[in-house]
């Protein structure tokens, strides 16, 4: 924490450090909305204030509730899906950094080794956007409120540099148990049949264990978190109107489209073809 504590304060007094905003503040989206896939060259950072939303990162579907945020790395492709039922308020910035190339190695937030970083209970970063965003208004107006934007930024770097750090000495110590193979495993294999006995087996830990720590990591119960993932991937489906209710009840994980139709009715309040005709409504509306 000393060496990244120093590295930052180092940064900080570069003069080829740069910072610009490409967008920063905090949206509300309202219910059923939906991003499509796209990638940009900055990163992106997304707090989750309230409600509920489907993130998917390079095909990955990442759930994301209240606390929740996600650290995106440049170039890499995502959207997201909010929940039908209610909307969602995110704190978002979307930014590019010039720097030393030094640095790049040496402050975890730069690394871009992964495409995606996921911090929870972390409320720190929604008050560091929205104090960039402030920065961000008097910026043309006053040089000062840049030099403060560039120090929120760093503030930025060193919480997700730290949480980045101790999930990988977690791992090298094998403090952090295998759970988290467990949800990766989930998150890429949702749509396959799953049985929670198998996973246990597979990955060499208690059923039990696995239920509590995805309760406690994902706020809710396994079978829980497999539903809501396919239920993510069934809305992503319904948008295109070339797919077939059976179609989407396969390729999701549902298997028939009856189970797949009462299911998404009572979790969403909605039929998928009620979910279907909204989205093409929505659409309508943003032409």
Known sequence: ME????????????????????????IRFHEGFRMKNHSHKEYEINYINSGYCVMEVEGIPVYLKQGDCLFISPGVRHGFIVDARKACSVSQAEFSVTIPKHFEATIPFFTK????YRIQDCPEIRCIIESIHRCERYTVEQEMYNELMKFSFAQLYMICSYYQEKKRD???FKILDRTEEVIQ??????ADKLELEE????????????????????????????????IGKAKKMLYDRSYSMTEIAVQSGF???????????RLEGMSPTQF???????????E
Do not use: P
């Open 199 to 230: 996973l246990a087996k597979k990955f060499q830990i208690s059923s039990r264990y696995i239920r509590r720590q995805i309760l406690e990591k994902r706020g809710m119960t396994c079978s829980g978190y497999i539903t809501m993932l396919r």
């Open 170 to 172: 977690c791992k090298r």
């Open 276 to 286: 279907r005709n909204l989205c093409r409504k929505g659409e309508r509306e943003n």
């Open 113 to 116: 080794k992964k495409a995606y």
């Open 3 to 26: 060496e990244l504590k120093n590295q930052i304060a180092e940064l900080l007094m570069q003069k080829d450090y740069r910072v610009s905003i490409y967008r920063v503040g905090t």
């Open 185 to 190: 495993y989930i998150e890429q294999n949702y």
């Open 255 to 265: 298997g028939t489209s009856q189970y797949f139709c009462r299911v998404f009715s």
